[in-house]
Nanobody, 117 residues
Framework: QVQLVESGGGLVQFGGSLRLSCAAS????????MGWYRQGPGKQRELVAT???????NYEDSVKGRFTISRDNAKNTVYLQMDSLKPEDSAVYYC???????????WGQGTQVTVSS
């Protein structure tokens, strides 16, 4: 059974930091591109960051320099370190596992991040 379990969300003040974790199981984690997406109130889900099986990373422009995605293949876990948080970062953050060439995705249930001003 495929599972992506996010943790680490919560309430933080403007300028603060949070570290999201996503523990994966039930599939070959090491071959998947892992990513974080977010969906704010009244907004569409958007890409935040991805990391390929080889460690290549990609970030949405508004989080570049503030967020860092990483993965631990031994623990089947992907992380998102979020620094210098802003109120506009408030959203539900979703973990994603993908094989982009065949448009194959798994999704987690999401974790809420709220940044107060």
């Amino acid at each position: 059974q495929v599972q992506l379990v996010e943790s680490g969300g919560g309430l933080v003040q403007f300028g603060g930091s949070l570290r999201l974790s996503c523990a994966a199981s039930g599939f070959s984690f090491i071959i998947y591109t892992m990513g974080w997406y977010r969906q704010g109130p009244g907004k569409q889900r958007e890409l935040v960051a991805t990391i390929t099986s080889g460690g290549g990373t990609n970030y949405e422009d508004s989080v570049k320099g503030r967020f860092t995605i990483s993965r631990d293949n031994a623990k089947n876990t992907v992380y998102l370190q979020m620094d210098s948080l802003k109120p506009e970062d408030s959203a539900v953050y979703y973990c994603n596992a993908a094989i982009p060439t065949i448009n194959h995705h798994y999704w987690g249930q999401g974790t809420q991040v709220t940044v107060s001003s």
